[in-house]
């Protein structure tokens, strides 16, 4: 690695629609960038999660901008004592040696960044597993804030492109894709073939009133253009897919849910601006948006 060469995972937050049409007379949901900034506020003072013998929570929550907050992904190491903390969510004057990694989140892009340490990720040794810290996180906020009757969280790891396109080119024939939606949520270009799959997705959860759709093409015709697109939105968590072909007769399939690998956003910073919170934040904002902005504004 070069020096001032950080890495950090990208995980994505998706608050699903629930029950879509109808209507809950006694609550009004909030929109989902109020929601995940309310979750965050909410989390270092009273929510933790165990997970084996780590307790995990954040500290330190600093709101930079009016899209941005940096805060610190503690965890707790195996028989480190509870009353590690002057007060709830705070590290100075902690008593307890404990660890640490600075994360960013761009709350309407719902994105999450998290620093990849040395020291904290030996304790979640995948973006997979930070995910599933900030799931738990998340998900105990949106209880607590009693939206949970409103949507359904996910969190996932941004993924690596080519997944889709390598194992597409490996086939001799494509059978079928499947396409699962469960609502509108994160944007895809308006002019985009994964913006009219999703307006069709759209028009039948709709019209049924149902929670989720799919829609299944038999014997797809794909230019190489489509693939790109396609496994481009897959690896930005913005369509979920399933397909299945044949190679040298023998039936192969892939999964969004199971191929891609985890990116990772490698980000110039020295030792001084990641230990500074808003530069920090600027810096990850200002790299998220150029990773983003060109695909979906």
Do not use: C
């Amino acid at each position: 690695m070069f020096d001032n060469e950080t890495r950090w995972w990208m995980l994505q937050v998706q608050y699903q629609e629930r029950h879509p049409g109808q209507p809950n007379l006694l609550s009004q949901p909030l929109s989902r960038s109020e929601l995940l900034r309310k979750s965050l506020e909410l989390i270092p003072s009273s929510i933790r999660s165990t997970r084996g013998d780590r307790t995990w929570g954040l500290a330190d929550l600093a709101p930079f901008h009016t899209d941005v907050i940096a805060a610190e992904l503690t965890v707790r190491p195996p028989l480190g004592r509870i009353a590690e903390e002057p007060r709830p969510g705070e590290l100075e004057n902690a008593k307890e040696p404990r660890f640490f990694t600075p994360i960013v989140v761009h709350v309407p892009l719902q994105i999450i960044v998290v620093h990849r340490a040395s020291d904290v990720s030996r304790f979640a040794r995948s973006a997979n597993a930070f995910a599933a810290v900030f799931f738990d996180l998340l998900d105990e906020a949106l209880r607590k804030l009693e939206m949970d009757q409103h949507y359904v969280l996910e969190v996932e790891s941004i993924a690596k492109t080519g997944s889709f396109v390598e194992w597409y080119k490996s086939l001799d024939h494509l059978n079928k894709i499947t396409v699962h939606y469960v609502g509108p949520n994160l944007p895809a270009r308006p002019d985009s073939l994964v913006q009219s799959i999703r307006d069709t997705a759209k028009s039948f959860k709709s019209s049924l009133h149902s929670e989720s759709v799919d829609l299944i093409a038999n014997e797809p015709q794909l230019e190489e253009a489509d693939v790109e697109e396609l496994d481009q939105a897959v690896a930005d968590r913005r369509l979920r897919m399933r397909a299945k072909g044949t190679r040298s007769n023998i039936g192969t399939s892939w999964s969004s849910r199971e191929r891609p690998e985890a990116e990772t956003a490698i980000i110039q910073l020295t030792e001084v601006e990641l230990a500074a919170p808003r530069t920090l934040s600027e810096k990850i904002k200002g790299y998220l948006e150029k990773y983003f902005g060109n695909r979906y504004q």
